[in-house]
């Protein structure tokens, strides 16, 4: 019988050691759950033969790996109160608070900015497929990470959107607060970043895999151990602002991922948000000059924590936020 899906891989493995190819499967790629391997009827080909889901796979092993698509979930729209910081008859632009997920995946099957999306706006779900579990979803935000996120509410201007972030043509800019202080004030980060190979739940960089990530940055304000930091994404790689900083020599305050709990801060949840988003609108196709919509979300509370606590003067440190986008 046929899959639905089929997919090529080429297995790398820590020093080597054969692992089997249902562990390969769940453990490092992380495609499916040891239950969903069934339910998905998963089968795995090397050299074009079908091989037991326990064959010991080693590194270099070109698999392919086929399997069935999940049954549709069934959106039911859901009532939130979501923080909209612009609106029209094409897109919504949200402040997404910290700890939501974008939309449905494993283990997230309610409460996601894709059910809000589906209540705030009912015409939403008659416009997309009744198969898409990400329907109006533009990019994504992590999880623990905040701020302003555009959806959109028709195909054409999900497409539209879209191909402004495939093509780089969109200003991305993040504030952070990371442990010390970069050696450089700012600078420019370019490495490839590929998924870990000892733990397929986080990224790394690479000299030999994975893709090209760029990141600027531009330190606003050191506070003894502590820098308040302006990103700016030339790439959009999962993880990639977290990756480059703990690079860098400063991750995250609060990646508990990426980096360890802070002594001082042992409470502090990721300090990265995404605070400005600069991109053209359908809408503005109306218009014979087109220029491109900056959305904002306003810096939150637990940054503003921090800085009251630690910068000589909050209100001048709003106003060095806004002078680091010269």
């Known amino acids: ?91 919504l632009v949200i402040n997404k608070p910290q700890g939501m997920v974008v939309h449905p995946g494993a283990g997230n099957y309610t409460g996601t900015l894709v059910h809000g999306l589906l209540f705030h706006c009912n015409e939403v779900t008659g416009r997309f497929s009744d198969n898409d579990i990400r329907p109006g979803i533009v990019h994504r935000l992590d999880k623990d990470t905040s701020g302003v996120i555009i959806l959109a509410k028709n195909p054409d201007a999900l497409e539209f959107l879209s191909s402004q972030f495939r093509n780089k043509t969109t200003q991305k800019f993040y504030l952070a607060i990371v442990k010390g202080v970069p050696i450089k004030k700012e600078g420019i980060i370019q490495t490839n970043i590929a998924r870990d190979i000892n733990n397929r739940k986080k990224f790394t960089v690479s000299e030999t895999r994975g893709k090209l990530a760029v990141s600027r940055y531009k330190t606003i304000e050191s506070y003894g151990n502590l820098s308040l930091i302006l990103l700016g994404l030339e790439t959009g790689r999962t993880h990639q602002l977290r990756v480059h900083m703990l690079d860098l020599g400063n991750p995250i305050l609060g990646d508990t991922v990426y980096g360890r709990k802070s002594g001082m801060f042992p409470e502090e949840t990721l300090m990265l948000h995404a605070w400005q988003l600069s991109i053209n609108l359908p809408s503005s196709t109306e218009n014979e000059y087109t220029k491109a919509s900056t959305f904002r979300a306003p810096i939150p509370d637990r940054f503003m924590k921090i800085i009251e606590k630690f910068s000589r003067d909050p209100k001048e440190t709003l106003i060095h936020i806004e002078k680091a986008l010269d």
Not at 22 to 27: A, E, F, H, M, P
Not at 49 to 78: M, R
């Open 1 to 91: 019988m046929n899959r639905d899906i089929s997919e090529v891989f080429t297995v790398e493995i820590e020093n080597n050691e054969g692992l089997r190819a249902d562990r390969y499967i769940g453990d490092y790629l992380q495609l499916f759950t040891r239950s969903q391997i069934k339910h998905r009827d998963v089968r795995v080909l090397l050299n074009n033969k079908e091989i037991k889901l326990s064959k010991l796979l080693n590194s270099g092993d070109v698999i392919t790996i086929e399997y069935n698509k999940p049954e549709p979930l069934d959106l039911i729209p859901e009532n939130m109160d979501l923080d909209i910081i612009f609106e029209d008859k094409d897109t």
